[in-house]
């Protein structure tokens, strides 16, 4: 991670966004988010090296979000594996929560409301996500 990168975590107030390949990045950050190029890399090992610095929000039901399949990719029985990715990174982590499933246009609405948008490599189908920050315990600041 970038200095630049982690001064961002460390000022995030809003969720984060761990955009895809496919994500249209810069037109939803034309509606306010910061735009955080990382192209090349892929989401999990980002979502890796973010987890060690960036708590996530334990009074949510879900502090982490990914765009649902369209009905199509439904009725074809579409398989996500990257999610099941996620939910280990997330696990490993500290976060027992089920990732939440957002209907696409309602991401979009979201991530047009987030702190920043991370445009990364990720190649995988439905590799977006949204993480929404926590607080440190005290007994993590020593």
Known sequence: LTNEFILYLISILYP????????????????GPKEIRADG???PQLLKAILKLLPLDTYVPHPAAVMDLVDSDKLKGLAVPVWDVYTQLLKQAGSQAPLEKVERFAFYERAKKAYAVVATGETALYGNLILKKGVLAAEQLD
């Open 16 to 31: 984060l966004v761990l955009a895809d390949s496919n994500f249209p990045a810069s037109s939803v950050c034309a509606f």
């Open 41 to 43: 890399l892929g989401i």
